[in-house]
C-alpha cells in the first residue's frame, strides 16, 4: 500500500513534468512569435526601402524636367509599351546623359536595361546612384549572378560608344 509520502512525491513529480512541458511549450511558442515579428518587420523594412528607391528614381525624374539635350548624334530609343523616341546628343556629353534622357520619358519602367541592336551589345550608360538601387532592389538576382544586372558606367562619351543612328532598346526588368 503506498504511503501518502510515496504519493506526494509521485504527484510531485508529475507537476514538475507537466511544468517543464508548459515552460517547453512556452519558450518554442515564443520563438515562434518572435520569428514572425522578425518577419513581419523585415518585409516591412523591404517595403519601405522598395519605396524609398522608387521615389528615388521618381524625385530624379522630377528634377530632370524641362532637360533638353541637342546634338548631331541621333538615337532612336524604344521602350517597352513600344513607344518611341528620337534622342539627339553632342559627342562631348557624358554615358549619363543618355540615361537621363531615357528615364525622363513617362514610358520608361523604373527598372530597366539597355540594349543596341547593332552592334547587339548592353549599353551601360547608369549613374552610380542608378546602379546602387539597381542592385539593392534585385539582389536575389545579382547574388545568383544575373546578367541582367546594371553596370555603373564610368563618364564615356556617347559618340565614342554608340554609332550614329542607332536603335536603342529599353527592356524593362523585374
Known amino acids: 500500500m503506498p504511503t501518502n509520502n510515496h ?18 511549450e512556452y519558450a518554442e511558442s515564443l520563438a515562434k512569435d518572435i520569428a ?8 516591412r523594412f523591404e517595403a519601405e526601402q522598395k519605396e524609398l528607391r522608387k521615389k528615388t528614381i521618381q524625385d530624379y525624374r522630377e528634377k530632370l524636367k524641362g532637360t533638353v539635350s541637342q546634338g548631331p548624334l541621333r538615337l532612336l ?5 513600344g513607344s518611341r523616341l528620337i534622342l539627339s546628343f553632342s559627342p562631348s556629353q557624358p554615358m549619363t546623359s543618355l540615361f537621363d534622357a531615357i528615364i525622363l520619358n513617362p514610358a520608361c519602367p523604373d527598372y530597366f536595361s539597355v540594349r543596341s541592336v547593332y552592334p547587339r551589345a548592353e549599353i551601360h ?19 545568383k549572378g544575373a546578367n541582367n544586372v546594371a553596370k555603373e558606367t564610368n563618364e564615356v562619351k556617347c559618340l565614342e560608344t554608340i554609332p550614329n543612328n542607332s536603335i536603342l532598346y529599353v527592356n524593362l526588368i523585374q
Open 7 to 24: 504519493v506526494q512525491k509521485e504527484k510531485f513529480a508529475e507537476d514538475r513534468a507537466l511544468l517543464s512541458q508548459q515552460n517547453k
Open 36 to 43: 514572425k515579428k522578425e518577419e513581419k518587420d523585415k518585409i
Open 77 to 81: 530609343v524604344r521602350y517597352p509599351n
Open 125 to 143: 550608360c547608369y549613374p552610380a546612384w542608378y546602379h546602387t538601387i539597381f542592385n539593392a532592389e534585385f539582389k536575389d538576382e545579382t547574388e
